[in-house]
């Protein structure tokens, strides 16, 4: 079950933490030093400053079974949620689970369907709770002063509730990446620490003892 829930908290990390204006990369999945499963991510920034983010991530776990998590999220120019899907499905028992959000300005409402049963589920948010994430965008445009912090409220689309996040601007370091240096943003919030490339493509992100690293081009 640990295994099961580090998958999909890596997959909302990956919703989470990688703006970027047109971009793919390709990742591995390391529990304690060890290779156990990959990722991969394609981002597109639309006119009108609207930004999709999709995501796949494929990981065992346990002894016999895999994971398998699809996601597209769609947020607006200021970093605010308007439409989320993700589906998780798992070999070793089989089973499947999909859960398709949208928002208005009363909260969430979640279309869940679990291997074929549906139901409808509203998540409540005050309208004056903020929820636009301004990280989204931090290495897309100007970046905001190296401690920075801001609070907004995320919506996790597989609890179906609403979480209080604060995130910090910590600044740019040189970091290695293959043979080369590069200058990456290093975004720090309560779930995980995340290393953003000057295009705003993720080059790693650790949550909860796992790493996950960006696959150097050939």
Not at 66 to 72: P, R
Not at 159 to 165: A, E, I, V
Not at 184 to 210: C, F, K, M
């Amino acid at each position: 079950m640990k295994r099961f829930l580090l998958v999909l908290g890596l997959s909302l990390a990956l919703f989470a933490a990688s703006p970027l204006a047109l971009a793919q990369a390709k990742y591995t999945i390391k529990v304690n030093g060890k290779a156990v499963g990959t990722a991969s991510l394609t981002q597109t920034l639309l006119p009108g400053g609207e930004k999709v983010v999709q995501s796949r991530v494929e990981m065992a776990s346990g002894a016999n079974a895999k994971v398998f998590v699809t996601g597209n999220s769609r947020y607006d120019s200021r970093g605010n949620p308007l439409r989320q899907f993700i589906e998780t499905i798992t070999v070793g028992p089989a089973s499947r689970r999909q859960v398709t959000a949208t928002f208005d300005a009363t909260g969430a409402h979640a279309i869940v369907d679990e291997s074929g049963v549906r139901k409808v589920v509203d998540v409540p948010l005050v309208d004056t709770a903020p929820r636009a994430d301004p990280t989204q965008f931090w290495a897309l445009r100007t970046p905001p002063k190296a401690g920075t912090r801001v609070q907004f409220y995320r919506f996790d689309a597989v609890l179906l509730k609403w979480n209080l996040t604060t995130a910090i601007y910590v600044g740019q370091k040189e970091v290695a990446y293959g043979k080369a240096k590069i200058k990456v943003h290093v975004i720090n919030d309560d779930r995980a620490v995340t290393w953003v490339d000057e295009r705003g493509l993720p080059v790693r992100i650790e949550l909860d003892g796992s790493l996950l690293e960006r696959i150097e081009p050939n």
